[in-house]
């Protein structure tokens, strides 16, 4: 992970961040300021260790130097951990996030099939938009 406060112009050291977990082949994440007004830093990616699903977004309430933890069960059961919002939990990935005002963060994101299915492609892929309430 690595932050930039001019738009994108220059970065500062790469930091990796344990607690935020994703597919063992890698996959686009996203991060945004803003939301709840009060600083937070919010971060999208599937968060399946195993594959690219269960797309969540975390809110860090340091800039980043912190993340909350969540375990799969956690996320699977509709979101049992501060902090984390399961967005979808089949397959999905490359997500996209902005801040809409101070009382929701917008995640536009690519979902794929149910369960079982083995990747999408063409018209199997969908784009979906959801807005998230910026304190969770």
Known sequence: ????????????????????????????????????????????????????TQLSVR?????GRTWPRCTEAQRMDGGGCAGVVTVEV?????????????EKVGVLYERGPEWGDSGCSGVSCRISFT??????
């Open 90 to 102: 089949n397959q999905s990935s490359y997500s996209s996030l902005t801040a809409m005002g101070t």
């Open 59 to 63: 809110r860090s309430t340091d800039a």
């Open 131 to 136: 807005a998230i309430d910026a304190e969770f």
């Open 1 to 52: 992970l690595a932050l930039s406060t001019d738009s994108g112009h220059s970065f500062g050291a790469v930091t990796t961040v344990v607690n935020l977990t994703g597919p063992p082949n890698g996959c686009q994440a996203s991060l945004t300021w803003g939301g709840a007004g009060d600083g937070a830093l919010y971060f999208c990616n599937p968060a399946w260790a195993g594959g690219r």
